[in-house]
C-alpha cells in the first residue's frame, strides 16, 4: 500500500479574514461587511408561499455567491416580537456598498438556477407571487465593524442600540478595544453559551422614524444557550489584567452610558446560502448536546476539516473505532473515501467511496445514501460551539513518531481536539487521545476526556507555549518539544 499522506505546500495565512475562506467555509462570509437587512411582515395565510418563494429564490442566490456578486444570504425568523411590524428578516450579504447596488440577480442566474424551461414555465408565476407576499416594511443598510468573532449560529440576539450625539467614535472604540476582548475570552471559554458576536452601524435606512443607529448580534448554537447564565469567571479581568476592578467599572459603565438599548429581538436561522464548500465542526450521531462544555462520550462522533474527516464511535469515554480518509463537497453532493481504521485493511470500509446526498444547517445536516442497495440516511447534530478562531491553530495537523513506520494525526478545531497514531503503509490505526483544550496568549491547555487503550491519560491536562511558524505548529513545555505540520490524505 503506498503512503497515504502528504504535506500541504502552503504557506501559512495569519489574516483573520483569510484564514476564514481557507480554513472555515462555514465563515466565508466573515469577509463580506456591507449587509441589506430587509425586514418583512409576512401575514399568516401568506407564510408557506413566502417561504416557497424564499426556496425558489435561494439558487439563484447561489449563482450570485458562485460569482462572487454576493457574499451570502440569510433568511430569518423572529421567535420573540409580537407587535405585528415584522416576523422575518433577510440579510444580503456584500463585500461593500458598490456590490450592494451591482450584484442583483440576472436572467442567466435565473437560468443557471432552474433551467431555461422551468424559467419559461414557472418564472412569471413565481415573480408575481414574490410581488404579492414578499411584504417590505424596512430596510437598513448597514456597515460591519468587525468580523473576528462572527461564527455561523442557528440563534442570535439582536441589539438595536442609539448613541448619544457626538459620542459616535468614542462608542466604536470603546466597543472594539474593550467590549470585544470580554466577549472573545466568553466565546472561547468553551462552559460558556455565547458562541460569537458581530457589530454593525446602520448607514442608510428606509424609516424616517428609526430610533437607532448600531446593531450588534449575540450568537448562540442552542435556544437554550439564550437564557444560560455564564460561569462565575471575570472575563472582564481576564481580557483587561492591566485595569484594577474600579477602573472597569469606570469604563462600564462609560461605555453604558454612551448608548440605550432600543431593542432586543431573538432570530432565528431558517435557511442561508454561503456557497460553501463543506460544514467544518465536530458532529454527533445521537443527541448529544453541548451541556456546559462536556461532550456526552457515549456517543458517535464526526469531526470534518480541511477536506479530512474523523470518526469516533465510543462508550462511557472508551474509543473502540475509528476510520478517517478525505470529504469532498460539490453542492449538494459529499463524497468521503475511507483511507485508514482501527481494523487497517481488514476493515471492508478501507479504500471505499461513499456518495451522499446532504442537507446541512448550523445546527445539523443530514446524509442520504445508498448502502447494500437499502437507503441510508443519517442525522448529525453539532456537538460543540461552532466558533471562529482565527489564531490558526485549527486544522489537521501530524508530527513524526519514534516508530517511523507511523505517525500522529491531530484534529484541533471548535474548543476540542483529538489524536490518533497511524500506521502510513497499512493504514492501522492504533491508539488515540481526545478531549477539550483552552488557548490564549499562546499558552494551550489540553484536557483528556476519552481514549483508545490509554485509560490512564482521562481527566488529566497538559500545558504548552504554543508557537505558529511557516504553516508548523510548535508546542513546548518542561517535557515535550513537538513540531506539528498540516496534514492531507493522498
Known amino acids: 500500500m503506498k503512503k497515504i499522506f502528504a504535506l500541504i505546500a502552503l504557506a501559512f495565512i495569519s489574516s483573520g479574514c483569510e484564514t476564514v475562506s481557507k480554513n ?3 465563515s466565508q462570509a466573515a469577509i463580506a461587511n456591507y449587509v441589506v437587512v430587509d425586514y418583512k411582515q409576512i401575514s399568516d395565510e401568506n407564510v408557506d408561499d413566502y417561504l416557497k418563494i424564499e426556496e ?20 430569518f425568523k423572529v421567535i420573540n416580537k409580537d407587535n405585528g411590524a415584522y416576523n422575518f428578516i433577510t440579510l444580503n450579504v456584500y463585500s461593500d456598498e458598490k456590490m450592494a447596488s451591482n450584484g442583483g440577480a440576472t436572467k442567466a442566474d435565473w437560468e443557471n438556477a432552474h433551467g431555461a424551461d422551468v424559467i419559461k414555465d414557472q418564472g412569471e408565476s413565481m415573480m408575481a407571487l414574490t410581488r404579492k407576499v414578499n411584504n417590505i416594511v424596512r430596510r437598513d443598510h448597514c456597515q460591519n465593524f468587525d468580523l473576528d468573532l462572527y461564527s455561523l449560529t442557528k440563534y442570535r440576539r439582536a441589539n438595536f442600540m442609539k448613541v448619544v450625539e457626538g459620542q459616535r467614535d468614542e462608542f466604536v472604540r470603546s466597543r472594539l478595544n474593550f467590549i470585544k476582548p470580554i466577549f472573545e475570552r466568553q466565546i472561547n471559554d468553551i462552559n460558556a453559551p455565547m458562541s460569537g458576536w458581530l457589530m454593525g452601524e446602520v448607514v442608510q435606512s428606509s424609516s424616517t422614524e428609526k430610533d437607532y443607529d448600531f446593531i450588534s448580534y449575540d450568537l448562540f448554537k442552542d435556544k437554550i444557550d439564550l437564557t444560560r447564565k455564564n460561569p462565575n469567571v471575570n472575563y472582564a479581568k481576564m481580557a483587561h489584567p492591566d485595569l484594577s476592578t474600579e477602573e472597569i467599572n469606570i469604563v462600564n ?3 453604558f452610558n454612551m448608548r440605550k438599548m432600543v431593542n432586543r429581538e431573538v432570530w432565528e436561522l431558517v435557511d442561508y446560502e454561503f456557497g460553501r464548500d463543506g460544514f467544518p465542526g465536530i458532529w454527533s450521531f445521537s443527541d448529544n448536546k453541548y451541556e456546559l462544555g462536556k461532550l456526552k462520550n457515549s456517543a458517535p462522533l464526526k469531526i470534518y476539516r480541511d477536506g479530512i474527516f474523523l470518526v469516533l464511535h465510543m462508550k462511557d469515554g472508551v474509543i473502540n473505532h475509528l476510520h478517517s480518509g478525505s470529504v469532498e463537497f460539490s453542492g449538494t453532493k459529499m463524497k468521503e473515501k475511507v483511507y485508514a481504521s482501527t481494523e487497517g485493511p481488514n476493515d471492508k470500509t478501507t479504500g471505499n467511496e461513499y456518495i451522499f446526498e446532504v442537507d446541512p444547517s448550523p445546527d445539523k445536516f443530514i446524509q442520504l445514501g445508498v448502502k447494500d442497495g437499502k437507503e441510508w440516511r443519517e442525522e448529525w447534530k453539532r456537538a460543540t460551539k461552532n466558533t471562529y478562531n482565527g489564531t490558526g491553530i485549527e486544522g489537521v495537523w501530524f508530527r513524526k513518531t519514534n516508530n517511523p513506520d507511523n505517525i500522529m494525526v491531530k484534529f484541533i478545531l471548535d474548543h476540542s481536539w483529538v489524536w490518533f497514531i497511524l500506521n502510513k503503509d497499512t493504514g492501522l490505526i492504533g491508539n488515540s487521545v481526545g478531549g477539550t483544550f483552552e488557548y490564549h496568549n499562546n499558552q494551550y491547555t489540553e484536557t483528556v476526556a476519552y481514549h483508545r487503550n490509554v485509560p490512564n491519560y482521562v481527566g488529566g491536562s497538559i500545558q504548552f507555549t504554543l508557537t505558529l511558524k511557516d504553516d508548523r505548529l510548535f508546542l513546548k513545555n518542561e517535557r515535550a518539544n513537538e513540531t506539528w505540520e498540516r496534514f492531507v490524505w493522498e
Open 24 to 26: 472555515n467555509s462555514q
Open 56 to 75: 425558489y429564490w435561494k439558487p439563484v442566490h447561489r449563482e450570485r455567491v458562485k460569482d462572487e456578486r454576493m457574499k451570502a444570504w440569510l433568511l
Open 253 to 255: 459603565n462609560k461605555n
